[in-house]
């Protein structure tokens, strides 16, 4: 876990051994570092009876999770929230800047593969329920990504990962299952998109209208030879 090789170098700084600070102190999952008042939510919570649940930011840390003698800790110039804080490529070029340093560089190779996901705009320390459906299926396969060869195949079944997604971000993500592909990995995608649809090695489509209208099959074959069937509304778009 990228998260893991961050609070690892943390936790070597000269700082953080002087004051017998361990990796976990740089977590605002477990208790040590994090803040004692907001559990390292970086908010507290006012339940309302009626109302929607109000989210105050933490008054004691104010709102940056960790204790004051934590964010002591710096690494080039960044204390951990400021680290967390950053957007994923952002993270990497901070990372990358030394190239000599070995460790640094490690974050930044842990981290690569979420970028070549799309998702080089999610912060470091961004919870996971904030997530598009997208995105945490995104971040799944990044996992996976970093892997390498070292989990046999599998099929992978994805629910449109191109959702919100720029064009930019869709050639990122297309490369991605690439790499799958090319490491032993089948994927099957539920999609609608066109570029997408014109990489797959095979087409299903299913219609030819939505709900009660459709469900039966149009076509099965290569994207190059749905264009070719009139009947489906996916091959015209094609």
Request: charged share 30%; hydrophobic share 35%; net charge negative.
């Amino acid at each position: 876990k990228a998260y893991d090789e961050i609070r690892d170098l943390f936790a070597r700084q000269p700082l953080s051994k002087m004051r017998g600070f361990m990796p976990k102190h740089f977590s605002f999952n477990v208790d040590g570092g994090r803040c004692d008042a907001c559990k390292g939510e970086g908010e507290q919570i006012v339940e309302m009876q009626f109302l929607a649940d109000v989210h105050l930011q933490c008054d004691v840390c104010g709102g940056k999770k960790f204790k004051e003698e934590v964010l002591d800790v710096k690494f080039r110039d960044k204390n951990i929230y400021e680290v967390l804080e950053m957007g994923v490529d952002e993270a990497i070029e901070f990372f990358n800047e030394d190239a000599k340093d070995k460790d640094s560089k490690a974050v930044a190779a842990r981290i690569q593969p979420l970028s070549d996901v799309g998702l080089g705009y999610v912060k470091l320390g961004q919870s996971s329920n904030t997530l598009s459906g997208g995105e945490a299926q995104r971040v799944k396969l990044a996992s996976f990504l970093g892997k390498g060869k070292a989990q046999g195949h599998i099929l992978f079944i994805f629910d449109e990962p191109t959702t919100g997604l720029h064009f930019h971000d869709i050639k990122k993500l297309l490369t991605s299952f690439n790499a799958l592909v090319e490491q032993g990995h089948s994927i099957l995608v539920i999609e609608h998109n066109t570029d997408v649809l014109k990489s797959a090695d095979w087409v299903i489509d299913l219609g030819p209208e939505a709900g009660d209208a459709g469900g039966n099959l149009v076509f099965e074959g290569k994207p190059s030879d749905l264009k070719k069937v009139k009947e489906s509304y996916t091959g015209k778009f094609l």
